[in-house]
Each structure stands twice: as C-alpha cells, then as structure tokens.
C-alpha cells in the first residue's frame, strides 16, 4: 500500500515535471524574435496570405516614409536660407532598435530647453527649500574651490523644483572636470545638468548648471 | 472529485509558470563589472592602476579611494539601470552625455549596496555610472532592467 503511494507520488511528480517544462518550451518559443524564428523555422504553414500581404504593405509604407523624411533632409540641406519651421509638439522617442534621426532628436532638445526655460520663468519660489538650498549650493562650491576647483559662483536661484547657478571661470579648461568634481558633493537632488560652457570674448568661461529636486518630475522629462 | 480539481490547478499553476518564465529571464541585460576601469578621485581624473577582478567582483585595490567608470549598457524597453557594490558606503551616480555637449547626472535611489537610475531617457547616448571606491571595496553587479 505504501510502496503504492510512492509510485503514485512518483508518477504525479514526473507527468507535473512534463507539463511544466513543455509550458516553458511553449512559452520560449513565443518570446523568440522575427529574426530568431526566421533562422530556425519555415514560415508558418498557416500564415494566412492576407496578413502576409498586409505586414509587407506595411513595411512599404515605412519605407515610403523613411524616403519622404530624407528627400525632406536633402532639401532642407541644400537651402540653408529657408527658415525651418517651430515644432509643434515634441517629436516621439524612436522606437526600440530604431535609427535615431539628428533632426528629431535636436527638436526633443529644444522642446526640453523650452519646457525648462518655461519652468525658470513662472514657477513661483518655495522659500522654504530655495533659500537653504541656494546657500548649500554655494557651500559645495566653496568646497570643491578648496580642493583644487579654479571658478567661482557668478548668480544661484532657487525655486521650487529646481534651481540654476551659473558658475565663471579664467578660462574653458578650468571647467573640464566640474561634472565629477560636482557630483559626489550635490544632496536632495534627483539629478543635474551642466550646459556646454561658453566663452566670452575675454576668454572667460561661464557655465549653467541646473539641480531638479528629489521627487519632482524633470520638466524635460522624456525629451532627453 | 476533489482530488481531481487539486490536480487541474497543480497542472495549470504549472504550465502558466513555465510560460511566464522565458518573459521573465529575459527582462534584464546585465553587464559584469571587468569592464569598468579605476581612475583618480580628483582631477584630472585620469585612469590609474590598481584594478583587480576576481570571483565576478571589479575591486579597488589601489591602496587609497578611486573612481570607478563603468559602461551602462541600455535598452529601450528597459528604463532602468541598477549598480550593486561590495559596501554601502559609497554613492554612485549615473552619467549621460547629451545633444549640443550638455551632461546628465542621476542621483538615483539607494538602498543596501544597491544604486537604482531610472533617467526615463532616449536611448541613443553614453551612459556610465560613476562610484567613488574606498580601497578593498568593488562592484559587484550591473543591471539594466
């Protein structure tokens, strides 16, 4: 009776061990790419025509799309004096394993610069945050100046969910290490961006950096 | 009858575990740490050496603290980035360079040994993250998920 149980123990755990390993297989081979499939299998017996001669029209109408933007691109290059037009909204991100494309991506830069600006022009000032943030930021400075760091705090403003300091320089290359000499000091930040320094006709540099608060969303969020 | 039924749901519970398991294994692209590479806490910087890479583990042995570069690698459909390192007593950060030469920097969130990025970013730019290491401590792991 005993050595009964056992078989039937046995036998439940082999037939469950079965399925479980034949659900894994199923589920693998869903998960396999176009590309894997195509290296592996025939294409489907049961394909039906009719959405084969879709995903082909399909695939014609990007590439109609991708010539379309290009003879755009072409145009645009060889007349420099056409004005190019204001986005009017920000391009989409380019979907996965998608070539990025220069233009898109300089207008999601300028929609995000817009976005930021917008922010720095009308959110109101939480003094409660902006005031002790402005002078924590100026401490940091004052502390990586003490390590080596050769600029100095021209302006620092604090709002709400970020702030912009704008920091000098006698000239570019006293500003090449700023984002590591920065970035184990700043706290209560979620993130920071430093713009590309310029130069003034003096040879000064000057640089932005910009803080956004730890749990407020980016006003360039998505457009990076 | 009742047997039966405890039966069918084994077997289902079984199948729908071996389906959702391929979903499963295949949501995260890890990285080992032997990429990274030590450089100077200060500037300007610069490599230096002192790496060492043993047991999966990239450590600082250096003989005093240095930054550790490493590469990020990024998929789309995976918006976060996760670096675990041998001790807590670190903070890393997650850098992105951008259009025009703008850069990033991600704080992220921290818990144990472990450093989270979500930047929600596009996905065609160099990330990296950087840890100051105190000697003897490493990374251990690197994620994107």
Known sequence: MRMTKVMMAATVATVVSAVAVGGYWLGRARTLQPTERGRSEEPAAGLDETEHDSRLAGALGRLEGRMAALEIKQATATAPTAAAPEPAAAPPAPAKNEAPDPAAEEARHLEGEARIQAVLRAEPRDRAWASPTEGNLRATIDTVVSEGGKFAVKDVKCLTSLCEMVLSANAPDDLKYLTDQLSPKITGMGSMELLPPTVGTDGRATVTCRFFRQGYPRPDEGLL | ?145
């Open chain 2, 1 to 145: 009858m009742r047997k039966l039924k405890l039966a069918g749901s084994v077997l289902a519970a079984c199948v729908g575990v071996g389906v959702a398991a391929p979903h499963l294994a295949s949501a995260a692209i890890s990285l080992h740490p032997s990429v990274c590479v030590l450089a100077q806490n200060g500037a300007p910087f610069g490599a230096i050496s002192g790496a060492t890479y043993a047991n999966a583990t990239f450590t600082n042995s250096s003989g005093g603290t240095a930054l550790a570069y490493c590469p990020m690698p990024f998929e789309n459909s995976l918006p976060s980035f996760q670096i675990t390192t041998t001790s807590a007593g670190t903070s890393c950060t997650l850098q992105q360079n951008s259009i025009g030469g703008a850069v990033n920097v991600f704080f992220g969130s921290h818990s144990g040994n472990s450093w989270t990025f979500t930047p929600g970013l596009n996905p065609q730019y160099v990330f990296q993250a950087a840890c100051p290491l105190a000697n003897g401590t490493g990374i251990r792991h690197i994620m994107n998920f």
